[in-house]
């Protein structure tokens, strides 16, 4: 059975801290891992990696996965309070079913 | 284009009774799949249907079942509902849905049940 654990499940910080998410994951034959941000809605796409350590940015978030190690980790840099969220890791595997993580849960204060 | 559309966005039914929701997948994505949210268990899978095929299913009930139109729109149906129902519906689509490409979620549905 395929399997994504993300840790920590939540986080407290303060305006202008930096954080790292983890997304350490089990699946037959990867294809690919996403992230979303997942507000009071709908979760919204954030990155797709395929390749090992490749890194993608956008603004002040970036992330890198490890196919080796089987994690990916998704930095935050100056944090903002419109960064708090639920940021959900997503695997697609060899059963065409993408399995998702529990989420971290990001509180970010003024 | 227009991104993927839910109705209804908020639902109330009572115990026994059944509902059907609705996902409208963006232009040209043929992949639609369906997921169950609770605090409790987080998002889970519960069907792809792809080109009007059911090509997927999580590991959900019978009562829970779906179907997809010619024109990539999709439904979802849940029969005798339990209490334990009560969760946000989400509905995402993708060009291929076949694990490796983006979802795109729509705002989901919040079916109540009481």
């Known amino acids: 059975e395929d399997k994504v654990v993300q840790s920590p499940l939540s986080l407290v910080v303060h305006e202008g801290d930096t954080v790292t998410l983890n997304c350490s994951y089990e699946v037959t034959n990867f294809r690919s891992l996403l992230w979303y941000k997942q507000e009071k809605k709908a979760p919204t796409f954030l990155f797709m990696l395929?390749?090992?350590?490749i890194e993608k940015k956008s603004g002040r978030l970036s992330s890198i996965l490890d196919k080796k190690e089987l994690f990916s980790i998704l930095n935050i840099t100056a944090t903002q309070t419109g960064d708090s969220a639920v940021y959900l890791c997503?695997?697609?595997?060899?059963?065409?079913?993408?399995?998702f993580g529990r989420g971290t849960s990001l509180i970010v204060h003024p | 284009k227009a991104g993927v559309t839910q109705t209804p966005r908020y639902l109330i039914k009572t115990r026994g009774q059944q509902v059907t929701l609705s996902c409208s997948p963006i232009?040209?994505?043929?992949?639609v799949s369906w997921y169950q949210q609770t605090p409790g268990q987080g998002l889970q899978f519960l069907f792809e249907y792809f080109s009007e095929t059911q090509r997927n299913k999580g590991n959900f009930p019978g009562r829970f079942s779906g179907r997809q139109f010619s024109n990539s729109r999709s439904e979802m149906n849940v029969s005798t509902l339990e209490l334990g129902d009560s969760a946000l519906y989400l509905c995402a689509s993708s060009e291929r849905g076949d694990g490796e490409g983006t979802q795109y979620f729509g705002p989901g549905t919040r079916l109540t049940v009481l």
């Open positions: 232009s040209g994505h043929r992949s």
């Open positions: 997503a695997v697609g595997g060899g059963s065409y079913i993408p399995t």
């Open positions: 395929t390749s090992s350590g």
